[in-house]
């Protein structure tokens, strides 16, 4: 038997993005996101969350980008206050260079927010996968079962359409997220925390196409996958808020998915039913 999990990352990012998800769950085949705990759209997420009951709902972490909920951190932010930003974070969570108890704290914190809105989570997944690099599974783990959290997202990207060619950039980034989450695995598990057998996503991310999307779900492997995607309106000419987030809805809302997910015995889940 083959199951799908089609994940919507960043539920409060924006309007534009929020609506996207909407359209790709009510629409199309998405029936998990995962939400921002202080985006810049989110109390209109948590009214979304609230208004569509079947919409599984996990915390996208933040580590990397912005302000942190949690004053007076030293090895988590720089010296304006602000997270690191994603390259510079990646680099010192690999070489173990934040203090593991700021983490708790600021885990702890975007948690609470969720759970203060009357979220209910089921899931955690991160900005640009920091839940999966260096040491921080250790407290993450912890502090998601103590929360009641059971599943996270395990980024070993292997699920991808047979057509697509990366480039060489895309492959070594793809390759450090199989490899991290593999070497994260066994850490959640310890806290009878769960994931998914196959996923698919990173390799995909910009390249989604409705045509792309029906070669993924017919290649999918036997056993349970997520797809993380990044439905959205388009909020700029281009980068990752441009067209490609209004193609990504295209694609999850095509009308040929839901017959195609019948013909071949792929039924639709999410980590709520887990």
Known sequence: MRWLIVTADE???????NQGIVDAHCKGIV????MLAYGPAFREAVKIAKALPKLDIGLHLNLS???????????????????????????????????LREIEREVEAQIETLKSAGVRITHLNSVDHMHIR??????????????????????????????????PDRVTAVQEYHQSAVNAIGVYAAQRMRSTENFGGAALSGFITPDLLVETIKSLPVGLTELMVHPGMKAAEKGFEGPDREREVQALTDPRLKPLLKELGIGLTHFGKL
């Open 65 to 99: 980008e912005g302000e942190p909920l949690v004053l007076g951190h030293k090895t988590i932010v720089g010296p304006d206050g602000n997270f690191w930003g994603r390259q510079k974070a990646r680099s010192l969570a690999r070489d173990a260079k934040f203090d």
């Open 31 to 34: 029936t998990s996101a995962s």
């Open 11 to 17: 539920l409060g990012l924006s309007a534009k993005r």
């Open 134 to 167: 260096g040491n921080l599974a250790q407290p993450l783990s912890m502090v998601a079962k103590k929360h009641g959290i059971r599943c996270f997202r395990c980024p070993a990207d292997k699920v991808r359409p047979p057509s697509l060619k990366l480039d």
